[in-house]
């Protein structure tokens, strides 16, 4: 087993489980009007059911669209994101790690959508101004992690190219 796909397949297997244990819990513990404060002012645990996608988009469109639409795209995504693995160096871990958290994000609300038709979301926000972040799951904080992670991995291998044509172009003789 290469070192990437022991870093994918680790974060796969410890996001996808750890997202519908968490979902599973909030399902069987909290109903819709119980809010449990972690941070006063700060951060809350509720239990919001999501039947749209990121911010409730399309939550009020037909649900055999609806739900057509998303498991649609869910797959098509799975295929992107296996196709970037297949793509990756032996031993690139990090984007390794990146793509295996999405995966498990990704996999974590399709479950959701398959057996449900709408994602449990728990985590509730309060920023400035009095101003709650959408409600959001352990799922979608892989994908923005693994996401995360990607974009910087890009600006710093980026930087590096950036810096070596530098150095090239400043050595004599070129």
Do not use: C
């Not at 239990?47 to 939550?59: C, M």
């Not at 869910?74 to 031993?91: C, R």
């Not at 449900?116 to 101004?129: K, M, S, T």
Request: net charge negative; no cysteine.
């Amino acid at each position: 087993m290469t070192p990437k796909l022991k870093v994918a397949l680790s974060a796969f297997l410890i996001s996808l489980p750890l997202d519908q244990v968490t979902k599973i819990f909030i399902s069987d513990n909290l109903t819709f009007a119980d809010r449990i404060t972690v941070v006063e002012g700060l951060f809350y645990l509720t239990h919001v059911r999501n039947t749209g996608a990121a911010f409730g988009l399309f939550a009020d469109a037909d649900p055999t669209l609806r739900i057509v639409f998303f498991v649609g795209v869910s797959i098509v995504a799975l295929g992107i994101i296996l196709s970037f693995y297949t793509k990756l160096a032996p031993g690139d871990r990090l984007s390794a790690l990146a793509l295996g958290l999405i995966m498990g994000g990704a996999v974590g609300n399709l479950i959701d959508r398959i057996r449900l038709q709408e994602v449990i979301d728990f985590l509730h926000v309060r920023l400035w101004g009095g101003y709650s972040w959408p409600d959001f799951n352990l799922a979608d904080s892989f994908i923005v992690v693994g996401v995360g992670i990607l974009i910087l991995e890009l600006l710093a291998s980026e930087g590096e190219s950036r810096a070596q044509s530098e150095r090239e172009e400043s050595t004599p003789g070129h």
